[in-house]
């Protein structure tokens, strides 16, 4: 049974599809607000929960070279003003423990990054701030491996978790995604979100940058939905081939309309809504 985890006016893990969405790493004011604006009337319409998400540093990247956000002070004043403009929740990922206490003053769910879900020393400082605490799992870990990391979190005082899947490493530059592994997450009381979009990366399929395929979103969106998953986890820009971070995989606009219409109503149709 999925113990269900309560966000301002609303619940993850009942009877509305929740959906974390929005640009990969922070690149202006301007991208951060449009797409705000869009997801949020998308939302509405559609009448599913929403958190806005992006990232004010991405420390995972292919080389050193690569984009990886405005920063910690920058991207968070940021943050802050979209939760203000828009009053929609905010996830956004830590990636070392002094970060957790910072964030913590605008997110409403920190978020763990699959590379580093069995740092403990993030995972405490995580659940001492008392948010919600969004783990991803490792591309390197089997669903069965979460339990003992959520129990990190658990024994820090916390018991607001979700998980999200992202795909497992599966050859070289490729992911593959097991839906097994939502019913399995289940199992252990957690809310589980599906990130239909980091599923499709192809980690350093460029080299220096990682590819993705983006075209296969919609199938992994939908086969994860009707699998059972709780949420869904989307990055969303205005022109995603021009973004600076994960543009392959990322979709546009006109995409996510079509995506959250059809994963909403298969949500309904599997939790007979």
């Keep these: 049974m999925v113990n269900c985890v309560k966000l301002k006016n609303f619940v993850i893990g009942a009877d509305k599809l929740t959906i974390l969405a929005g640009p990969c790493a922070i690149e202006s004011k301007d991208i951060l607000f449009k797409t705000a604006e869009f997801l949020k009337e998308l939302t509405n319409k559609l009448d599913i929960n929403y958190v806005f998400k992006a990232s004010y540093d991405k420390a ?8 990886r956000g405005l ?3 920058k991207g968070l004043s940021l943050l802050a ?3 203000k403009e828009f009053n929609v929740p905010i ?4 990636h070392n423990p002094n970060e957790a206490p910072l964030a913590a003053e605008v997110a409403d769910i920190i978020q ?18 008392n948010k919600i605490i969004n783990i991803k799992k490792g591309q390197f ?6 339990k003992s990391i959520a129990n990190k979190v658990v024994e820090s005082g916390n018991n607001k978790i979700t998980i999200t899947d992202r795909g497992v490493t599966f050859g070289y530059n490729n992911l593959v995604s097991d839906m097994r592994a939502i019913p399995i997450m289940q199992e252990m009381g957690y809310p589980v979100i599906f990130d239909a979009t980091h599923s499709v ?5 460029c080299g220096e940058s990682s590819s993705g395929e983006r075209k296969f979103v919609p199938i992994l969106a939908k086969s994860a939905t009707a699998a059972g998953a709780n949420g869904l986890f989307f990055e969303v820009h205005p022109e995603p081939d021009s973004a600076l971070c994960d543009g392959p995989n990322m979709i546009n606009f006109e995409q996510a309309d079509n995506i959250f219409k059809i994963c909403n109503d298969i949500f309904k149709l599997v939790n007979n809504n």
């Design 60 to 67: 995972n990247r292919s080389s050193i070279n690569s984009y």
């Design 141 to 146: 870990l089997a669903p069965s491996q979460m």
């Design 91 to 94: 996830v956004t990922d830590i």
């Design 71 to 73: 920063g910690i002070d």
């Design 81 to 83: 003003d979209v939760k």
């Design 112 to 129: 763990i990054p699959a590379f580093l879900c069995r740092q403990t020393d993030l995972l405490v400082a995580a659940a001492k701030t």
């Design 201 to 205: 990366q192809l980690p350093g399929g």
